[in-house]
């Protein structure tokens, strides 16, 4: 049984501290992170720790980060995680650096898959509902997914103003939304017009190029024979009979056949006429081998050669349709693939809607817009006027995929298909509900933004900082080639687009007094008061149309794209609560180029002539860790509560800071897990720091640096590093380089080494000794330092720690609320940089021989050992200067002799430092206090088991 003084001695003391027990720190089992966090948040609620974060910095520089919205509709996933801590980690870090920073999170709550979600969940038929019943349950919906994920965005340990955060169906952001909208229609930026727009026949909507994404889809791959008219330039050969010529299309889309009024051509390229068999087909000559492989013709000639522009205003007769179609010259027409012969409906194309149009307008042509597509993908009954030949299958009311066949079928049975084949191809679909989608020519209100593109390249160019800076190409390429913004849905959850029809002259009205007067309506009823009132109820009293006289109106139907609400963002929330505009930073995904980066670009310079942003950050996609995709289906999701639930917040957090961001992020079941290990080393380092500094008082107890040890002085030379690095890692955004410097100090330079060498001094000194005090000093400089420098990541660990840890006098209650560490660079030195920078490669060399030693049990723990180790000149002059009680010490051996000379052949040696180490067990006897083998062991009567050393530590107990 060991002696009374082991048992509730200060030796216990330190013994607990040795395996980092300290008061209530970390009792729990690791892992179980859920015990804490909930203490932690219910903390920074209960004392208002985000409110004096902004009392604190009310009067310095601000930092306005501003949220973009996620959407009010399903659960949180894993991105929306890394999105807000990334941003919550950036708005710790400013707070300490002195900025102020309010912080509102918000929240998207218009738009279709709300209303999707509600008719689905309700059963409802939407177009049997009245309007202001659907926008409530619709609002309803909203605020409950809104309010679901607010509570998991806390519980990821984000600070903000969660207690009001800002929806886009609020009324005050409503306001300011519809005067975006009446500034840019004064400045002549809206107009309504037909053009041919992405359609999404299953959400019954126009979308805008940012709703839409590209998926695989199988296609029908077909050719097609139009019959030979005429030509303006001849360039049939002679003697060919004119009804065996054709001019060959190649089209994925056969629905659209029934659109077709033209065909285009490049008047650049070289054309010729196919003889193949009997027939001859007009195709680009670069492209007749690749087509006749496909089609399956093996035998063939070229017969003439000749230029598109040759072909201009050409005429060939449409497969079934009793109409003819013009060649037109156009330089969209490609060599990629079909024959260079372009199957032309303006209806369903965007090139084929602008080069109908231009011909029309030059009046080379009079082509009309043939759409026979309603809004929910069902040919017209139109469709069938004029046929034919095989006109026995109607097409009329069928959905336009469903009739593909039958389309071909006719085709075929007029002589017209040549081949018909699939292919897989990257096709566009609708990033809402995820089905295909068409072009189709309708009447929608635009944002021309040929009047403001300069300015919001120009504010690409010169205003904003672009993180990275790939950001700048990516988003002026978008901005530089887009076309116009269509901005109107055909929906009912949204800001109505406020306009008025007058009911005489059918001319659209809206002005400065319109739009005031419906301002005043929706702020204090919302964007329902469209709804509920009259055209005459919501304009000026006496309105009078500005066109006509006339006082009838009638109000437009449609509202406005979402991207317009969340576009709007900049006034809607930062104008409205007296925030920077522009503001320091947005940061989203790197979809939000074509997405909110872009609508929030175009809707500020339009009305103010500037970006929104100063700055804007973006991340990658998460992906699984094989770099794949995370789809439910795979089963390679890994959901925010997969982690917190396991591991706590701040293992999350740590995985956010642990990757390169700017790219996709990879994360896994495995990588969590790995992370965690990581969280464990420094987690535990702390636990070491706190359990060494429990008798340790800050204000009474430190120890000057000139006479602080050499040693301790080196490890606060490490930290000021360290300090450095993790410092320029937060102002560069890097945060996967300040994961790493952390990492290493941690598990390297602390536990592997400095608190590893210490650990003697702290448990085995008495509690005043000098040199114990010195290592006190420098592990609170560093317990200090590090809590602050990771509390922007580790946000919950470092407020546990703040919360134990000794206080010198003016810290504040929360480590939220602490200044950012300031810079010692007295602390920093070369010459001792270097000197320990080589003392600490001649202890690796020489733990590489005790570890043999150890593996061939001449030794079980290292100070069981005694070590010799031969060195040669710069090498033995620095362990000479080091001493032999020094390296024993520095190598946690009991007995280290040093000798200057050749070893001996049993001796390891180090070819990197050239030295060369004989380990044996040392002969002296154990002291059962420190387990150093000394020779002074027994000497003391009274404690014959101890050292001299502990013995006299011992009597003073």
């Known amino acids: 049984?060991?002696?009374?003084?082991?048992?509730?001695?200060?030796?216990?003391?330190?013994?607990?501290?040795?395996?980092?027990?300290?008061?209530?720190?970390?009792?729990?089992?690791?892992?179980?992170?859920?015990?804490?966090?909930?203490?932690?948040?219910?903390?920074?609620?209960?004392?208002?720790?985000?409110?004096?974060?902004?009392?604190?910095?009310?009067?310095?520089?601000?930092?306005?980060?501003?949220?973009?919205?996620?959407?009010?509709?399903?659960?949180?996933?894993?991105?929306?995680?890394?999105?807000?801590?990334?941003?919550?980690?950036?708005?710790?870090?400013?707070?300490?650096?002195?900025?102020?920073?309010?912080?509102?999170?918000?929240?998207?709550?218009?738009?279709?898959?709300?209303?999707?979600?509600?008719?689905?969940?309700?059963?409802?038929?939407?177009?049997?509902?009245?309007?202001?019943?659907?926008?409530?349950?619709?609002?309803?919906?909203?605020?409950?997914?809104?309010?679901?994920?607010?509570?998991?965005?806390?519980?990821?340990?984000?600070?903000?103003?969660?207690?009001?955060?800002?929806?886009?169906?609020?009324?005050?952001?409503?306001?300011?939304?519809?005067?975006?909208?009446?500034?840019?229609?004064?400045?002549?930026?809206?107009?309504?017009?037909?053009?041919?727009?992405?359609?999404?026949?299953?959400?019954?909507?126009?979308?805008?190029?940012?709703?839409?994404?590209?998926?695989?889809?199988?296609?029908?791959?077909?050719?097609?024979?139009?019959?030979?008219?005429?030509?303006?330039?001849?360039?049939?050969?002679?003697?060919?009979?004119?009804?065996?010529?054709?001019?060959?299309?190649?089209?994925?889309?056969?629905?659209?056949?029934?659109?077709?009024?033209?065909?285009?051509?490049?008047?650049?390229?070289?054309?010729?006429?196919?003889?193949?068999?009997?027939?001859?087909?007009?195709?680009?000559?670069?492209?007749?081998?690749?087509?006749?492989?496909?089609?399956?013709?093996?035998?063939?000639?070229?017969?003439?050669?000749?230029?598109?522009?040759?072909?201009?205003?050409?005429?060939?007769?449409?497969?079934?349709?009793?109409?003819?179609?013009?060649?037109?010259?156009?330089?969209?027409?490609?060599?990629?693939?079909?024959?260079?012969?372009?199957?032309?409906?303006?209806?369903?194309?965007?090139?084929?809607?602008?080069?109908?149009?231009?011909?029309?307008?030059?009046?080379?042509?009079?082509?009309?817009?043939?759409?026979?597509?309603?809004?929910?993908?069902?040919?017209?009954?139109?469709?069938?006027?004029?046929?034919?030949?095989?006109?026995?299958?109607?097409?009329?009311?069928?959905?336009?995929?469903?009739?593909?066949?039958?389309?071909?079928?006719?085709?075929?049975?007029?002589?017209?298909?040549?081949?018909?084949?699939?292919?897989?191809?990257?096709?566009?679909?609708?990033?809402?509900?995820?089905?295909?989608?068409?072009?189709?020519?309708?009447?929608?209100?635009?944002?021309?933004?040929?009047?403001?593109?300069?300015?919001?390249?120009?504010?690409?160019?010169?205003?904003?900082?672009?993180?990275?800076?790939?950001?700048?190409?990516?988003?002026?390429?978008?901005?530089?080639?887009?076309?116009?913004?269509?901005?109107?849905?055909?929906?009912?959850?949204?800001?109505?687009?406020?306009?008025?029809?007058?009911?005489s002259c059918g001319e659209h009205i809206i002005n400065d007094d319109t739009i005031k007067a419906l301002q005043e309506k929706v702020a204090v009823e919302g964007s329902d008061a469209w709804w509920a009132h009259s055209a005459k109820e919501l304009l000026p009293e006496g309105f009078k149309c500005p066109h006509c006289g006339h006082d009838e109106f009638k109000k437009e139907t449609d509202i406005m794209d979402v991207w317009f609400d969340s576009g709007s963002s900049w006034a809607g929330v930062l104008e409205v609560n007296d925030l920077d505009v522009p503001c320091a930073m947005y940061l989203e995904g790197s979809d939000q180029h074509r997405g909110w980066f872009n609508s929030s670009l175009l809707t500020a310079v339009a009305t103010t002539g500037k970006a929104p942003y100063n700055s804007v950050l973006t991340h990658g996609f998460v992906v699984d860790g094989e770099g794949r995709k995370m789809s439910k289906s795979v089963g390679n999701t890994v959901a925010p509560s997969d982690i917190i639930d396991v591991y706590g917040a701040d293992v999350m957090r740590l995985w956010v800071s642990s990757a390169d961001y700017q790219a996709d992020v990879r994360l896994s079941k495995d990588i969590v897990k790995q992370l965690s290990e990581v969280y464990r080393k420094i987690r535990n380092t702390f636990r070491f720091l706190l359990g060494n500094l429990d008798d340790f008082n800050p204000n009474t107890d430190k120890v000057a640096y000139a006479d602080m040890s050499e040693f301790d002085k080196w490890a606060l030379l490490r930290l000021e590093e360290v300090r450095q690095k993790v410092t320029d890692a937060y102002e560069n955004y890097e945060f996967h380089m300040l994961y790493h410097a952390i990492h290493n100090f941690c598990t390297v330079d602390l536990s592997s080494i400095y608190l590893d060498v210490m650990k003697d001094t702290m448990y085995a000194e008495s509690k005043d000794n000098v040199a114990r005090r010195s290592a006190q000093t420098a592990m609170y400089e560093i317990l200090k330092t590090l809590v602050a420098m990771v509390s922007p990541v580790l946000s919950f660990t470092a407020e546990e720690v703040w919360k134990y840890m000794p206080k010198e006098e003016g810290m504040r209650e929360s480590v939220m609320l602490q200044d950012w560490p300031q810079g010692h660079p007295e602390h920093f030195n070369q010459e001792l940089a270097d000197k320990w920078n080589q003392l600490l490669d001649l202890r690796t060399s020489v733990q590489k021989a005790l570890e043999l030693a150890r593996q061939d049990k001449t030794i079980g723990h290292p100070l069981d050992a005694s070590v010799t180790v031969y060195a040669e000149g710069a090498a033995f002059d620095a362990l000479n200067a080091l001493g032999e009680e020094g390296l024993a010490k520095l190598v946690i051996v009991s007995e280290a002799h040093i000798v200057n000379g050749a070893a001996p052949a049993e001796a390891v040696k180090d070819e990197e430092t050239g030295i060369a180490t004989v380990v044996v067990a040392s002969g002296l006897e154990k002291c059962e206090r420190c387990w150093i083998h000394r020779d002074t062991v027994g000497q003391d009567s009274a404690h014959p088991t101890l050292c001299a050393r502990c013995a006299s530590v011992v009597k003073t107990l």
């Open 1 to 503: 049984m060991k002696p009374s003084y082991f048992v509730c001695s200060e030796y216990s003391s330190f013994h607990r501290r040795s395996v980092g027990w300290y008061h209530g720190y970390d009792v729990r089992p690791f892992g179980d992170g859920r015990f804490f966090y909930v203490e932690i948040l219910q903390f920074w609620e209960d004392n208002k720790i985000y409110q004096k974060r902004l009392e604190l910095r009310k009067d310095a520089k601000p930092f306005i980060l501003h949220d973009g919205p996620p959407y009010a509709n399903g659960k949180l996933h894993i991105g929306h995680a890394l999105n807000k801590t990334l941003k919550d980690i950036i708005m710790k870090y400013k707070t300490m650096t002195g900025h102020y920073t309010r912080y509102i999170p918000g929240w998207d709550t218009h738009g279709l898959p709300i209303e999707h979600a509600v008719i689905k969940n309700t059963g409802l038929n939407r177009h049997e509902m009245a309007p202001l019943d659907l926008r409530n349950k619709c609002k309803e919906y909203a605020l409950e997914c809104v309010e679901t994920q607010k509570q998991d965005f806390i519980r990821f340990g984000v600070l903000g103003e969660w207690d009001r955060p800002y929806l886009t169906l609020r009324p005050e952001f409503e306001v300011k939304q519809l005067g975006i909208f009446g500034e840019m229609a004064k400045r002549g930026h809206i107009y309504k017009g037909l053009k041919t727009v992405y359609w999404c026949t299953h959400c019954e909507t126009a979308l805008a190029e940012a709703e839409i994404e590209y998926a695989e889809k199988k296609s029908f791959s077909i050719y097609v024979k139009f019959p030979y008219v005429s030509e303006k330039k001849v360039t049939l050969p002679a003697g060919v009979d004119p009804k065996q010529a054709y001019s060959v299309i190649w089209t994925t889309t056969p629905w659209t056949m029934p659109a077709n009024v033209a065909i285009s051509v490049n008047p650049e390229l070289e054309y010729g006429w196919v003889k193949v068999g009997d027939e001859y087909y007009l195709m680009a000559t670069e492209l007749v081998d690749a087509a006749m492989k496909d089609i399956g013709i093996e035998d063939y000639e070229i017969v003439n050669r000749f230029s598109g522009a040759d072909l201009e205003l050409a005429e060939f007769k449409h497969p079934f349709v009793e109409r003819t179609s013009t060649v037109l010259c156009g330089d969209h027409v490609t060599l990629e693939a079909g024959t260079g012969c372009v199957h032309t409906a303006p209806a369903h194309g965007e090139d084929d809607f602008n080069i109908v149009m231009r011909y029309n307008k030059e009046g080379k042509t009079d082509l009309p817009i043939i759409s026979l597509v309603n809004e929910t993908g069902n040919y017209t009954k139109q469709v069938d006027d004029n046929r034919y030949g095989d006109t026995e299958f109607p097409l009329a009311g069928v959905e336009i995929h469903d009739a593909e066949v039958p389309v071909i079928k006719i085709l075929a049975h007029n002589n017209a298909l040549l081949h018909k084949s699939s292919l897989r191809h990257q096709y566009a679909h609708c990033w809402r509900c995820k089905n295909p989608v068409i072009y189709r020519a309708t009447e929608q209100w635009f944002s021309s933004v040929d009047g403001y593109r300069q300015q919001a390249l120009d504010a690409i160019d010169n205003q904003v900082q672009w993180i990275p800076k790939w950001g700048h190409d990516r988003i002026f390429n978008m901005v530089r080639d887009r076309g116009d913004w269509v901005i109107s849905r055909q929906r009912i959850w949204g800001v109505p687009i406020p306009i008025y029809y007058c009911e």
